[in-house]
Every structure is written in C-alpha cells, then in structure tokens.
C-alpha cells in the first residue's frame, strides 16, 4: 500500500487548500483512514478522519467548520478541504490508513498503519 499526499502549499491567512491523497491497491475502499498534522518541534495530531464508505467523519475541534474530509473510493482518492485556514494550521500534513485490527477512537497515530509523506502546508499572517 503506498499513499501519497499533495496540494499544500503556501497561503494568507482566510485562505483555502485542497490537500489529496491517493492510495494504490484494490482494497482502498474497505479502510478508514485520516488526515493527521506536525508542526515543528510537536507531536504529530489528529485532524480528522473518516470512515471505510464515508458515511461518518470526526474532526478535531480546532478545525471543526472549516476543515471537510471526504473520499471518493471509485479514485482511491481521500482530500481534505480546508478552508479559513490560520497560521496555527501550518504544519505538514498525513494522510494515513486506519488499521482494520484499531478499536479505540481513531485520533491516535496508533491505530494507522500506513502513512503517507507529508505534504507542507504554510499559512502566512
């Protein structure tokens, strides 16, 4: 399984990024999987995340209403449209595969097994 995460960039503070990931392999669908960010010199944190068919997303609180997961399994595709963004956003940002063994809440690092490599994404003041 290979992910790969793009779309960041650099953008003003109000502005908006569409972050894609694009899975290989034919079971894509069958997964939940999450969006995760890192700033410098911070532990890696939960975003968001959403489930095998896209029927259920959970966000963390500080990008609640801005920030929309969603995933089209026809393209083995997962984004993450974000809007409004802040310079507290700035970090680089995962997309990562929810294990099919994980039983807790889907915010810990733990509970994916495969990571994407970061795409930067820079919010200026």
């Known amino acids: 399984v290979q992910l790969q995460a793009s779309g960041g960039g650099l953008v003003q503070a109000g502005g908006s990024l569409r972050l894609s990931c694009a899975a290989s392999?034919?079971?894509?669908?069958?997964?939940?999987m999450g969006w995760f960010r890192q700033a410098p010199g911070k532990e890696r944190e939960f975003v968001a995340r959403?489930?095998?068919?896209?029927?259920?997303?959970y966000y963390t609180d500080s990008v609640k209403g801005r920030f929309t997961i969603s995933r089209d399994n026809a393209k083995n595709t997962v984004n993450l449209q974000m809007n409004s963004l802040k310079p507290e956003d700035t970090a680089v940002y995962y997309c990562?595969?929810?294990?099919?063994?994980?039983?807790?809440?889907?915010?810990?690092?733990?509970?994916?097994?495969?990571w994407g490599q970061g795409t930067q994404v820079t919010v200026s003041s």
């Open positions: 990562a595969r929810r294990s099919s063994s994980a039983y807790g809440s889907g915010k810990s690092p733990n509970e994916y097994d495969y």
């Open positions: 392999g034919r079971t894509f669908s069958n997964y939940g």
């Open positions: 959403i489930s095998w068919s896209g029927g259920y997303t």
